[in-house]
Structures are given as structure tokens and as C-alpha cells.
């Protein structure tokens, strides 16, 4: 989690610049759909977690 | 289950519809290998094409430029697809997670087979691509559009259809796959099994399944476009309909990273499994190495436009993708770290396994550190596209698909057949394969700095190639001989499989479970009873046991030590 | 591995091979004291009758404190070649200089053309000079181009400019470059464009001012009268 | 977690926790998938600043929000469907499992009779860009309905038959999970493609 936090805290100002350059709509399109997909999955892999922790809740007996 | 597990079956539910986890690894296994004789041919014709430009190869005739291209994008598509996947994550995964973990069977046996003969049906439908009016398809393994996305660009139709087929269908497939390999993690380890005592190699197929399974769909997304505008008319991709061609690099790519470990991931843990074997050893930081693995993970997920820095899109993406894609030097720094000190101060033996490990190490070190050139949004500028960056995922891909899948697969075959393999032939197939790969990719990275270009049908086309006429011809004649290499093996694997001395349940005194179960493991693995976990899977050498390693499923009592407490 | 680059003509090119150089470094300390590691753990260590192998885990911070090292010095190293990259990359594809000579690209299947704006700088009028596969270019001059493709990807290469430029069918991109030396030159394509890339090539040609100017003259006199 | 299942090659029935998880994963490639279209969306949309691009029809705003209507509530009756299981009314379960099915398949019909409209006032999967997308986007979401409605439909002819109960309420709860999915999607993509 500790990484996950790191590379957000790193990474993502360095991609939001990238948005106040880009002038045509047409470049706009592209950025928005990278910003889009690019927590997609770390999103996914959170929600997964957290809902197989509730389904098994009192199961887990390892940190 | 339709059918009962342990008495006598018919062929047919032995062999082809098979639910149990094993025979459908073999038969994974078996169709992997078949799909990297096909892929080694058309290698073959290719580097006949550029050792000897515009020359009859033996064996099929001249390789004219639209040959070539199909040569090209059909030998990407199966090498990485139908060799890659099959043999690394759907064998591996199959034989050793199970067993590794003490299930007795994967958690969905039924959709593990569906999951298989969707595979077939895949690969039938690619290889169909060779036969159909047209021919296959022409547009490089990345299928960039609008290439790939209309048929007046190549000529190329139904070879097109069949390409996206074949790979939906596959990722249909390993979707199941991917499913059932993760959820019988989950839920079917054994009393004992907690995460830090999980086996190294089932943490990396677990990795490899969880980068594929996140990366996918986008690619599946990707696919549908094109093929609607392969077959409906749409212009997604077209530019002169409205379309982006820059959306299909973006998804492909943003599937395609995290690939690259699907495929890297299982031969590191292959590797893992076997040093500390070998060595006698307990792996060095077993904890550093799974969150390293983590951390790969998640940075796959961030570097995907390193592939599309000159590809048009704003040069101001370039510099923070760029920064992401060399950090990812640092996990893979731990981990090859790790293993470097794993064999230290250890006891080595030098079995097949063993050489096929080390023999990972070293080269896809050459494939890691050239990366870094590569990553380096400038660096790019000149050797995009270039036989440098062909050298660069060779020296990954293969010590990955090969160096690392032949050392799991002689490290597992007396467990997978129950006897045991040639050690000498095991052994020359490892040199012949070990000197003829470095002889045929070391040089490329040195055609590709000189200014050569991928994909190109004909180098005698261009005047800044001339120095390379030579290089060009022995690195042909060093990948033939490195193909003609993997005959000791393929007589190997089926001799010993028939005639080879049976093999005890645990040949190389190793301490994870799959060596509990005889060999080869009965339907079910583990007889009547379930097996108890008491240690870490890595016990060897422990200063207070006379025994040299302590098998997991032995109860020692409280042990001390970091692995032990986990 | 980089002894054979082709010659480097450009004003920026010792930029990228000073990165190429560079990187070559550190990746090279990196690959013989790891490889030597490996070879000499090997040797060194094999099994001999009665040494038994030291039990470490690698689990403390004690004994892991090298490797934590070792990651320290990567992740500098990484960032330094991140932040020489970056310069390079601004100059070359990022902050482009106004340039004295424009030149428009025209990309087909199997094709280059080469547009230049005529005496009346500007494009698409009457007197545009088009010229095919051959790009002639003043030495010593800012050249700028604009980059399009009437059908797939193509993409403009000149190795020996260290420029490749990906070419996006229905879109207008831009490129520049700065060229030291006179002299014929290579022009490829370096994406994959279908049945004739490999005979996608096309000639740089570098003149002096006035080789350039007389090239110029004589091109717009035989293509107007 | 680490209570693993006596024996599961003599178990006929699957165990409840493995095959969520399925299928939980099972959604979360889905889930993928539809972020992948999204992206793809979202470089059209954003790209372009006419949208729709000129002489193409406006999207039925009005009666598709109606259509979003029938949709939650079919996730409703779903979850219905569980606690009456749950709560031991396996009879009373089939009868909102039905009633789920005839919603979702109604949701179809609508959509189905607005894409012919839509069709006579030219919007095709190759007039632009904007079509394609819309067909596909909204059509792949339709295709999931259908499954989902399939899904159902065969829970709830298991469920006729008894085979669940509150002791067992495995595949009720497994369709429901799929049903929550590609209701909870179609809220986004309405927003997405409807009202953006």
C-alpha cells in the first residue's frame, strides 16, 4: 500500500501537467482517455480486495 | 464431476476431456511446444530472407516481401501468444499451483478444460490464417491500424478476421485460466499455507495471472473496434472516417506491458524455485522479492506509452512515461539482486535445472539492462524501430519462454511423467541453446545500433547496411544451429517420458509440497488425507537440523527464523 | 555495441549519442560486475564433500542492507538518466526553433514527396515546388518539417540525423532538424507500411547555401515551363 | 480463507466462497473491458467539440431515462429475490427472480425499438464515428444484459425445480452479483453517452 501511495504521490502530478498543454481538443481526447484508464485497474484490484476481505471476514487469520 | 476420478477411465476422458489439472498442463504443455516449432520455421524463414536476401530457402521457396511481412507478424502473434502463454502460464500454472498449495484440483476443473479446448480452437483458427485467400495477416504482431484495419492496405481479409478471432478467443480462454488459477489460490491453500509461505513460483504465476487479468479487457475493447472495422465498415481507426489511429497503439500497449510480465513473470519464479534447490540454500528476502514483484505489478501498469514515444502522440507525455519506465529497474533490481545472493555462500550443484536457471539469469540480465536504453524517451529517438529493440525483447522473451520454461519443465518432469529425463542430453541441449542464442541476438543489438530497421523484407535495400552483409549471414547461420539445438531436447522429452528410469517422489530433496505427492500425482494428489504446512518452503541448511532442509509439511515444532514465524 | 553508428550529421545528434554513450556506461558496469558475480558465486561455491551451505534468509535489514544500497545507487542513476533524457528529448521534440527552411512531407504507400513553399513562402499556392523522393536540404539551416500520410502509419527516418518521427494519417506532425555536413544521406521508413516498406527509401541531399539555391532555381524553372 | 474445502473432487456442489470469487473476478476483467471502451469514448468525445457531429440524431435522452428506471429496479427485485431465499421463501424468490427477467428483457425491447428509430433517422454503425461508438458501446452493454437476462432465467428454472434454498442460495447469489454489475454499469454509460 506504502508503494501504491508512493508512485500515485510521484507519478500522477507529473501525468496531470501533460494536461494544461494540451491545446487541440483533438490532443484533449487522447489525455483524458490515458487519465482515465490509468487508475482503472488499481481501482478494480482495490475494490476486488476490500469485497474478498468483507465476503471472508473472521476466515482470514493471516496480516 | 461427470466422471469418476479414480477408477479406471476411457481414453477419452483421460487424455482429451481431462478435468484434472495435470493431464490438461501436459496437454498445454504439448501445444505450446507444437506452436514453437511452427513459430522456430517461420524464424527460420525469415533469417533465410535476411542472411540470404532474395535466395530459395531449403524447404519453402522465395520469401517475397508480402510473405515476409505475414512471416513477421504470424512469428510475433505465436511466439508471444500461442508459445509464451501456453507453456508459461497455463502449464506451469496448472501442474504447480495446485500442487504447490496442497489443492487437490484446480477450483473449477470443468472450466480449467473448457478453458483449454478454447485454446485449440484458437490456434487452429490462427494457423487457418496460413490457408485462407489472402493469407495471414500483414501487419506486424502490434496490428497497427489503419494497416490492420482495412483490407486495401494489404490485402490481407480474412487472415485479418481470423488474427482477432484467434486472439479473443485466447483471451477468452486464459481469462478462465486466469480465473480458476487465482480463485484456487484464494480459497483452496491448506490449513498452514499462509501468503508468506507460498512457494515462489506459484507468487509469480499468481502475479502473471493478476497482470494479465487487469490489462485485458482494454485490449478486448481494442479488438472489437477492429474488428468491426475489419468486417462492418466502421472507422475507428481510419482517420479519412473520423477514426484515431493513436487508439489502438494505446490500447494494445496498455495490454501489452503488463504481457511482458505475463509471460517474464513465471520463468522468475521457476528460476526462484529451483536456486535455493540447488544451492541448498533458503532464498535470499523472500518478503523484498514478493513485494518487488508487487511493486513490477503496479508499475506495468504506468509505463505503457514508453512503446509510443515517437508513434505522434504529445511529446509531453514522454518524460513522466519515461521516468515510470526506467523506475521499474529498481523491483527487478531487488530481485536479481536477491537471486545473486541466494548463491551465495551456498552448496551448487549443477544439475539441468540449475544451468537452465543460471542461464536465465545471465541472459535476461542482457534483455533487462538494455531495456533501460529503450526506456529513455531520447535514447528512443534512435533506436525505435530498430533490430536493437528486436535484440532487447529477444534477449527477454526468450530466456524467459525457454531458458525459463525448459528450466521448469526439466525441473518438474520427473513430477510430471514420474521418470526421469536424460541428464547429458539435458545438458548439451542446454549449451547448444545457451551459446547459439547469445551467437544469434548478441549481434543484433549491434545491427540494430548500426542503423537497421525491423521488419524489413531486404536489407540489401539499404547502403548503410552493406557492413552488415556478413553479420547478417552468420547470425542466420547461428540461429539455424540454435534451432537444430532443440533436437536433444525433443528427443529427450519423449524418450524419457516412455524409457526413461522411474523417478522417486522427490528427486532433487526439495522442501515445497509437490514433492510429497508421488510421482506423478494421482488424480486428487494427495491420497486420503490433506497435507498440514508447518514451515516456509525454503528451509534448507538450517544450522539446528542435521537434515539439509526441513520439507514443508514436516511438523518440526516452533522454528525460529523470519520464514518460519510467517 | 555503439562503435558503429552511422556517422552523426546533425546538430542535436551528439545529444542522443551522448545518452546512448552514457547509458552504455552504467549499464555496462552494471552487466560485468554482475555477470563476473554470478560466474565466481558459481565457481566458487559449488558443492564440495562436507561444506555445508550458510543458512540466510535475507529477511533483516542487516542482511539486506546492500541490496538497499545497491537499489540506491539504481534509482539515482535512473534519475540521472531521466533528467539528461529529458533535456534531450525537449530539444529534439519538444521545443521546436522557427525554422529557416519549411518543407511539407507527403507520405504514401511506398512513397515520399517533399513539398517546398515556392518564392512566396507560403504553401498551397501556385509556385509550391513538389519533389519526389529526393529531399534537399541547406546545410547549416533550421530545417522544419511537416509531416502527413495520406493512407497508413509511415515513419520518417534519417539515421544519420538520429531523427524518426512516427507519421499519423489524417494529422499534421511536426519535426525539425539541423544538418552539419554536406553530402548524400539515407531517408527511410521505419514502420511497418505494408507490401513495399522496404523500398520505401528516399535520399537526403545535403547542399551549401548556394548549391542550394541553384537547386532551387533549376527546380522551379523545369517544373514551370 | 485458509479453510479449504474437505475434498472438492468429491464435492458436487462448488464451494460458495471459490465460486464468488470467480466470480467476483470474473467481473473485474468485464470491468476492464468496459474501461477499455470508455477510453475509447473518451477520445472521441473529448477530441471532438460538435458532438454529435453534424447531421446526426440527438440520442433519446427521455425515454432512455425511463429505460434506466426499469433497469434499477430489476436490481431491486434482484436483491429481493436473495433475502426472500435467504429468509427460507424459495417460492417467493422465483417469483421476483421472474420479475427481474421480464425487466431486464423489457430494458431490451425499449432499447431495441429506439435503435430502430434511430437507425431510420440515420444513425448506423457506419454513418461516423459517433455511431460506431454508440452502437458498439451501448450494443456490448446489451449484450451483457442479455446474458444477464439468460443467467437469470436459468437460476431461475433451477430455482422452480428446488434446487436452492436458504441452507444453498449459491446460484441466486451468483446471478445477482453479475446483475448488480451490468445494472451498476448502465447508469455511467447513460451519463457517458447520453447526457456528456
Given at each position: ?40 485497474p ?22 | ?79 508471444v501468444?500461442?508459445?509464451g502463454m501456453?507453456?508459461l502460464v ?114 509469480f504465476l499468481i502475479g502473471a495471472s493478476l497482470a494479465f487479468f487487469f490489462s485485458v ?38 495490454f501489452g506491458h503488463p504481457e511482458v510480465y505475463v509471460i517474464f513473470l513465471p520463468a522468475v519464479g ?22 518487488s514483484m508487487g511493486a513490477a505489478l503496479a508499475l506495468s501498469y504506468?509505463v505503457w ?23 521499474i529497474?529498481?523491483p527487478f533490481?531487488?530481485i ?28 535476461f540480465?542482457?534483455g533487462g539492462?538494455?531495456g ?24 527477454t522473451f526468450?530466456?524467459s519462454?525457454?531458458?525459463g ?162 | ?225 | ?196
Amino acid at each position: 500500500m506504502a508503494l501504491f501511495t508512493f508512485v500515485f504521490a510521484v507519478v500522477s502530478p507529473a501525468f496531470g501537467c501533460p494536461l494544461c498543454f494540451g491545446s487541440t481538443p483533438y490532443e484533449l481526447g487522447l489525455y483524458w482517455s490515458v487519465l482515465f484508464l490509468l487508475p482503472v485497474p488499481f481501482v478494480i484490484v482495490g475494490v476486488l480486495i476490500a469485497w474478498i476481505r468483507r465476503q471472508s471476514d473472521g476466515n482470514i487469520k493471516e496480516g | 464431476m461427470t466422471n469418476d476420478p479414480h477408477g479406471p477411465q476411457k481414453f477419452i476422458w483421460k487424455y482429451i476431456l481431462s478435468t484434472d489439472h495435470k493431464m490438461i498442463a501436459k496437454q498445454y504443455l504439448l501445444t505450446g511446444l507444437v506452436m514453437a516449432l511452427v513459430g522456430a520455421f517461420t524464424a527460420y524463414l525469415m533469417r533465410w530472407q535476411l542472411g540470404y536476401p532474395n535466395t530459395n530457402a531449403p524447404g519453402w521457396g522465395l520469401v517475397t516481401p508480402d510473405k515476409f511481412n505475414m512471416l513477421v507478424t504470424m512469428h510475433g502473434t505465436i511466439m508471444v501468444f500461442f508459445v509464451g502463454m501456453p507453456l508459461l502460464v497455463a502449464a506451469l500454472s496448472n501442474f504447480v499451483i495446485p500442487l504447490q498449495i496442497g489443492a487437490r484440483d484446480m477450483a473449477f476443473p470443468r472450466l480449467n478444460m473448457l478453458s483449454y479446448w478454447i485454446f485449440v480452437l484458437s490456434c487452429v483458427a490462427l494457423l487457418a490464417s496460413f490457408f485462407v485467400p489472402g493469407g495471414a495477416p500483414a501487419g506486424g504482431w502490434t496490428g497497427y491500424p489503419p494497416l490492420s484495419a482495412s483490407e486495401q492496405y494489404t490485402g490481407v481479409h480474412w487472415g485479418m478476421v481470423l488474427w482477432i478471432t484467434a486472439l479473443a478467443l485466447e483471451f477468452a480462454s486464459f481469462t478462465m485460466g486466469g480465473i480458476n488459477y487465482l480463485a484456487t489460490f484464494m480459497c483452496l491453500r491448506v490449513p498452514g499455507m499462509t501468503y508468506f509461505r507460498v512457494p515462489m513460483a506459484t507468487w509469480f504465476l499468481i502475479g502473471a495471472s493478476l497482470a494479465f487479468f487487469f490489462s485485458v479487457g482494454p485490449l478486448i475493447a481494442g479488438a472489437v473496434m477492429l474488428l468491426l472495422d475489419n468486417v462492418a465498415g466502421t472507422g475507428f481507426y481510419i482517420p479519412a472516417q473520423g477514426g484515431e489511429p493513436l487508439l489502438w497503439q494505446h490500447l494494445f500497449w496498455f495490454f501489452g506491458h503488463p504481457e511482458v510480465y505475463v509471460i517474464f513473470l513465471p520463468a522468475v519464479g521457476c528460476v526462484l524455485e529451483i536456486l535455493p534447490v540447488f544451492s541448498r540454500k533458503p532464498i535470499f528476502g523472500y518478503r523484498a522479492i514478493v513485494w518487488s514483484m508487487g511493486a513490477a505489478l503496479a508499475l506495468s501498469y504506468i509505463v505503457w506509452a514508453h512503446h509510443m514515444f515517437i508513434s505522434g502522440m504529445n511529446p509531453r507525455l514522454a518524460t513522466p512515461f519515461s521516468i515510470t519506465t526506467i523506475l521499474i529497474s529498481v523491483p527487478f533490481a531487488v530481485i536479481i539482486f536477491c537471486m545473486l545472493a541466494s548463491l551465495r555462500q551456498g552448496s551448487i550443484r549443477l544439475d539441468t535445472p540449475m544451468l537452465w536457471g543460471l542461464g536465465f539469469l545471465a541472459t535476461f540480465l542482457i534483455g533487462g539492462l538494455t531495456g533501460i536504453f529503450l526506456g529513455s524517451a531520447s535514447a528512443d529517438i534512435y533506436l525505435h524501430d530498430t533490430y536493437f529493440v528486436v535484440a532487447h525483447f529477444h534477449y527477454t522473451f526468450f530466456p524467459s519462454v525457454f531458458f525459463g520454461g525448459f528450466a521448469g519443465i526439466y525441473f518438474w518432469y520427473p513430477k510430471l511423467f514420474g521418470r526421469r529425463y536424460n541428464e547429458t542430453l539435458g545438458k548439451i541441449h542446454f549449451w547448444m541453446t545457451f551459446i547459439f542464442f547469445n551467437a544469434t541476438f548478441w549481434p543484433i543489438f549491434r545491427v540494430g545500433a548500426g542503423g537497421m530497421l525491423r521488419r524489413i523484407a531486404d536489407p540489401t535495400q539499404y547502403r548503410i547496411l552493406d557492413q552488415f552483409k556478413e553479420m547478417n549471414s552468420m547470425i542466420s547461420v547461428a540461429a539455424f544451429i540454435l534451432i537444430l539445438g532443440q533436437v536433444p531436447f525433443v528427443w529427450n522429452f519423449f524418450w524419457s517420458m516412455f524409457r526413461g528410469p522411474a523417478a522417486d517422489a522427490n528427486p532433487w530433496r526439495a522442501g515445497t509440497l509437490e514433492w510429497l505427492a508421488p510421482s506423478p500425482p494421482p488424480h486428487g494428489n494427495w491420497g486420503p488425507g490433506l497435507p498440514t504446512v508447518y514451515v516456509g518452503p525454503y528451509e534448507y541448511s538450517r544450522p539446528d537440523m542435521a537434515d539439509d532442509f526441513v520439507p514443508q509439511y514436516r511438523p518440526v515444532g516452533v522454528l525460529g527464523g523470519p520464514a518460519g514465524q510467517a | 555495441m555503439f562503435n558503429n553508428l552511422p556517422q552523426n550529421i546533425s546538430t542535436y545528434g551528439a545529444d542522443i549519442d551522448g545518452i546512448l554513450y552514457l547509458i552504455y556506461a552504467i549499464v555496462g558496469f552494471f552487466f560485468v560486475t554482475m555477470e563476473g558475480y554470478l560466474v565466481y558465486a558459481v565457481v566458487r561455491y559449488r558443492r564440495r564433500e562436507g561444506v555445508r551451505a550458510v543458512y540466510q534468509t535475507g529477511e533483516t535489514w542487516r542482511e539486506m542492507r546492500w541490496v538497499v544500497g545497491l537499489v540506491a545507487v539504481v534509482v539515482f542513476l535512473d534519475f540521472l538518466i531521466d533528467f539528461r533524457g529529458a533535456d534531450t528529448w525537449a530539444k529534439v521534440k519538444q521545443d521546436f526553433p522557427s525554422g529557416d527552411v519549411e518543407i511539407l512531407v507527403k507520405a504514401k504507400q511506398f512513397a515520399w514527396t517533399f513539398v517546398y513553399p515556392g518564392a512566396d513562402g507560403q504553401f498551397d499556392t501556385k509556385d509550391d515546388l513538389t519533389v519526389p523522393r529526393i529531399l534537399h536540404v541547406p546545410v547549416h539551416r533550421k530545417i522544419r518539417l511537416t509531416l502527413t500520410s495520406e493512407d497508413v502509419i509511415h515513419s520518417f527516418c534519417l539515421p544519420e540525423v538520429r531523427l524518426k518521427q512516427d507519421i499519423l494519417p489524417g494529422r499534421r506532425t511536426p519535426a525539425w532538424f539541423e544538418v552539419t555536413r554536406t553530402g548524400t544521406f539515407s531517408l527511410v521508413c521505419a514502420e511497418l507500411c505494408g507490401l513495399g516498406h522496404t523500398k520505401m527509401l528516399g535520399v537526403l541531399e545535403v547542399h551549401d547555401d548556394s548549391g542550394y539555391e541553384r537547386w532551387l532555381a533549376e527546380t522551379a524553372k523545369e517544373m514551370f515551363e | 480463507m485458509t479453510a479449504a474445502p474437505a475434498d472438492s473432487i468429491a464435492s458436487d456442489r462448488p464451494a460458495p466462497l471459490v465460486s464468488k470469487v470467480g466470480m467476483a473476478l470474473f467481473i473485474g476483467t468485464e470491468a476492464m473491458f468496459f474501461a477499455g471502451l470508455i477510453s475509447a469514448y473518451l477520445v472521441f468525445r473529448v477530441g471532438n467539440p460538435n458532438w454529435p457531429p453534424a447531421g446526426q440524431p440527438r440520442l433519446p435522452v427521455e425515454s432512455t431515462a425511463f429505460n434506466t428506471l426499469i433497469l434499477l429496479l430489476s436490481a431491486a427485485f434482484c436483491h429481493r429475490a436473495v433475502s426472500t431465499l435467504r429468509a427460507g421463501l424459495a417460492r417467493s424468490s422465483a417469483y421476483w427472480l421472474g420479475l427481474t427477467a421480464v425487466f431486464g428483457l423489457f430494458f431490451l425491447v425499449l432499447q431495441g425499438r429506439e435503435w430502430i428509430r434511430l437507425v431510420q433517422f440515420g444513425l448506423t454503425l457506419t454513418s461516423s464515428v459517433y455511431g460506431g461508438l454508440f452502437y458498439t458501446l451501448i450494443g456490448v452493454h446489451g449484450l451483457h444484459v442479455l446474458a444477464g437476462t439468460a443467467l437469470v432465467l436459468y437460476v431461475l428454472k433451477r430455482s422452480v425445480e428446488g434446487r436452492y434454498s436458504a441452507a444453498y442460495p449459491l446460484g441466486v447469489e451468483l446471478a445477482r452479483m453479475y446483475w448488480n454489475f451490468v445494472v451498476a454499469l448502465w447508469p455511467g454509460l447513460y451519463f457517458l453517452v447520453y447526457l456528456l
